[in-house]
T-cell receptor, first 114, second 113 residues
Framework: DAKTTQPPSMDCAEGRAANLPCNHSTISGNEYVYWYRQIHSQGPQYIIHGLKNNETNEMASLIITEDRKSSTLILPHATLRDTAVYYCIVRGRPFGDSSYKLIFGSGTRLLVRP | NAGVTQTPKFQVLKTGQSMTLQCAQDMNHEYMSWYRQDPGMGLRLIHYSVGAGITDQGEVPNGYNVSRSTTEDFPLRLLSAAPSQTSVYFC????????????FGEGSRLTVL
């Protein structure tokens, strides 16, 4: 399974873009990159995922490098409610029935400052 | 549509006691899973299921049992609780074809004395 490396903590000012990096240098060609976040002690919340192309939704943008060895999650206008732990996950190996599991690492704790 | 529902939200056990954490989802998801989260750490996969009657082990399965008799329910059983099982437990589900999001419950906080 490809492993991910994230900085343990980051901060940004409210209203500014938050750029959260993730290194996944051992990723395989068919493995997706997923981002989740966990606000305080709530259950994790899905943000976005991608394979090769950059992706954007109402929450964030995901930029994946051409060699797919790293990616960046961008929160374009961070708010105080975006303070959370952000997890970058590479989908694990498939099993015979083509089901996959997600292995969570330690994540990046993002603090959005007023 | 309630999503993923976990019960109980809080539980205190004595060492050696057994209990079951309940998880139910009303989204007709084939895939369900259990994670545990210890203080300051990420989530670790305990067990998962890809459909009724099918279960498999995750990263940290020892001390836990699961079964999947229906699509909706995926209970997690602690046969003989140990202090090392003090943790927050999350249940999650999704459609079988994993090209989308995993839906999480709100968690069950378990303390083993």
């Amino acid at each position: 399974d490809a492993k991910t490396t994230q900085p343990p903590s980051m901060d940004c000012a409210e209203g500014r873009a938050a750029n959260l990096p993730c290194n996944h240098s051992t990723i395989s060609g068919n493995e997706y990159v997923y981002w989740y976040r966990q606000i305080h002690s709530q259950g994790p919340q899905y943000i976005i995922h991608g394979l090769k192309n950059n992706e954007t939704n109402e929450m964030a943008s995901l930029i994946i490098t051409e060699d797919r060895k790293s990616s960046t999650l961008i929160l374009p206008h961070a708010t105080l409610r975006d303070t959370a732990v952000y997890y970058c996950i590479v989908r694990g190996r498939p099993f015979g029935d083509s089901s996959y599991k997600l292995i969570f690492g330690s994540g990046t704790r993002l603090l959005v400052r007023p | 549509n309630a999503g993923v529902t976990q019960t109980p939200k809080f539980q205190v056990l004595k060492t050696g006691q057994s209990m079951t954490l309940q998880c139910a989802q009303d989204m007709n998801h084939e895939y369900m899973s259990w994670y545990r989260q210890d203080p300051g750490m990420g989530l670790r996969l305990i067990h998962y299921s890809v459909g009724a009657g099918i279960t498999d082990q995750g990263e940290v399965p020892n001390g836990y049992n699961v079964s999947r008799s229906t699509t909706e329910d995926f209970p997690l059983r602690l046969l003989s609780a140990a202090p090392s099982q003090t943790s927050v437990y999350f249940c999650a589900s999704r459609y079988r074809e994993n090209t989308g999001e995993l839906f999480f419950g709100e968690g069950s906080r378990l303390t083993v004395l």
